[in-house]
């Protein structure tokens, strides 16, 4: 099992960057494959991106490709998304999930996640 924390949201102006990170504890985070997620008012939650345990798989949901990097760096128990030219559109709480420890492969599906954090508010606003 993981326990994951997230960090780094805020409020930017349309155009503008934030770095999200997502902490996991336990001994054993480099095998987990991670995603995030977000989720805005009287939405449901949609996927945004993901990565494979050994950082070799990468995947984007459509309307971020371009603009969102996701990252990892297994000796800090960290997985990161970058996130530039961001619009109000992408106001949203934004979570990270990890699949259980039996999948490798990077899904969308907010279901296949077993393990989630609190979340982290991101307001793109003027």
């Known amino acids: 099992q993981v326990q994951l924390v997230e960090s780094g949201g805020g409020l930017v102006q349309p155009g503008g960057s934030l770095r999200l990170s997502c902490v996991g504890s336990?001994?054993?985070?480099?095998?987990?494959?991670i995603g995030w997620f977000r989720q805005a008012p009287g939405k449901e939650r949609e996927g945004v991106s993901c990565i494979s345990s050994n950082s070799g798989s990468t995947m984007y949901a459509d309307s971020m490709k371009g603009r969102f990097t996701i990252s990892r760096d297994n000796a800090k128990n960290t997985v990161y998304l970058q996130m530039n030219n961001l619009q109000p559109e992408d106001t949203a709480i934004y979570y990270c999930?990890?699949?259980?420890?039996?999948?490798?492969?990077?899904?969308?599906?907010?279901?296949?996640?077993?393990?989630w954090g609190q979340g982290t508010q991101v307001t793109v606003s003027s």
């Open positions: 999930a990890a699949r259980r420890l039996l999948f490798s492969r990077c899904v969308s599906d907010p279901k296949e996640y077993a393990y």
């Open positions: 336990g001994s054993r985070f480099d095998y987990y494959v």
